[in-house]
């Protein structure tokens, strides 16, 4: 099992930046690909950003070099840093844990941040 915790939500303004954080406490936090997700009001959940246990990171294309995630292992701890925020950005951030193990995937997400870009 593996506790997720996101903090670091808000409201800004277009043009600012937040840093999320997620703690994850449980399991062996090092093994796992942690992920940034998100909801938008009246849309699916949508990936943001993953970042694989040797720190392989993967964007979607509508954040790619306004968006940084970053992971310390040393703290259990996930990051995503937000630049250049655009009101399109706004929506329930959510942390993802995940890993395979043979024909077993263990996933698991926290309870979510709301982000808000708005003037």
């Known amino acids: 099992q593996v506790q997720l915790v996101e903090s670091g939500g808000g409201l800004v303004q277009p043009g600012g930046s937040l840093r999320l954080s997620c703690a994850a406490s449980g399991s062996i936090f090092s093994i796992y690909r942690m992920g940034w997700y998100r909801q938008a009001p009246g849309k699916e959940r949508e990936l943001v950003a993953t970042?694989?246990?040797?720190?392989?990171?993967n964007y979607a294309g509508a954040v790619k070099g306004r968006f940084t995630i970053s992971r310390d292992n040393a703290k259990n701890t996930v990051y995503l840093q937000m630049d250049s925020l655009r009101p399109e950005d706004t929506g329930v951030y959510y942390c993802?844990?995940?890993?395979?193990?043979?024909?077993?995937?263990?996933?698991?997400w926290g309870q979510g941040t709301q982000v808000t870009v708005s003037s």
């Open positions: 993802n844990a995940y890993r395979r193990q043979g024909s077993l995937a263990y996933d698991y």
């Open positions: 970042i694989s246990s040797d720190f392989l990171t």
